[in-house]
């Protein structure tokens, strides 16, 4: 009998594995729908359906750069435990992911869910991965970065992955100083470049949040807003990687060190995906 793309595609729905699979399941059976979902669970295709609805906040994150620093890739491939993030083969496989994602300089996290990993497009194999392993395994995070410099960092056993763009091509000083700058990032978490990209609702919170701190404190109506900016000052230079103090020497900015290097280096811009 034929077997309609209606059909497959509502199998899919309810089992979650690909459309193929569910296409050769209905056909092997005569298009009965529960004796293919029987035999998609026999070879482990319903898993995915069963835990689609399970947090997976473990896993592994892996940044890679290309050969000549101008192309770099963040992955964050997740699971349900850490006893499954840390097995040799996860690993392995978040990393062959990333490899191909920098390999095909895959645009977006669709893209590279519809490249291919040993012959299977990975989607696919993520799915059968759910089935073999018995837990939900996505990829739930990807990031494309181009630019003169593009620095990797992994940090914390795979836990957190940082991308770096730097603003002069790639010599030896500026890569050693791209990786302080990713593993700064990595550590303190900064919530932008610099104070230019912070957008205007989080500075005005932070303003109100400051007047309202004077003013518990009891401070003179008239020096509120001076108190008020002079927080968000500090707020700046904890929180904006140009203005935080550089963790390998604190007497001096992450700007200030960059310049030190040179006076044209900075960052353009920054991916730093964690897991959770």
Known sequence: MGITAAAVNEL?????????????????????????????????????????????????VIALSSADNTVGVVVRLSCETDFVAKNADFVALAEQ??????????????????????GQVISERLTAEMGKIGEKIDITKYELVRGACVINYIHAGNRIGVLVELSL?????????????????????????????????????????????????????????????????????????????FVKDGSMSVEAMLKGIDSGLKVNSFSRIALG
């Open 169 to 245: 091509p790639s010599t030896d000083d500026i890569q050693e100083a791209g990786r302080d700058v990713a593993m700064q990032i990595a550590a303190m978490n900064p919530v932008s470049v610099s104070e230019a990209d912070i957008p205007a609702d989080v500075i005005e919170r932070e303003l109100e949040i400051g007047r309202e701190q004077a003013r518990a404190e009891g401070k003179p109506e008239k020096m509120i807003d001076q108190i008020a900016n002079g927080k968000l000052n500090k707020f700046y230079k904890e929180n904006t990687l140009t203005k935080q103090a």
């Open 12 to 60: 899919r729905k309810m089992t979650g594995a690909g459309m193929m699979d569910c296409k050769k399941a209905l056909t092997e059976v005569g298009g009965d729908f529960e004796a293919a979902i029987d035999l998609l669970r026999k070879k482990g295709q319903k898993i995915s359906a069963n835990r689609a609805d399970r947090d997976a906040t473990e896993g592994a």
């Open 97 to 118: 992911i990333a490899n191909i994602a920098l390999e095909n300089e895959a645009a977006d996290l669709d893209a590279l869910k519809a490249l291919s990993i040993d």
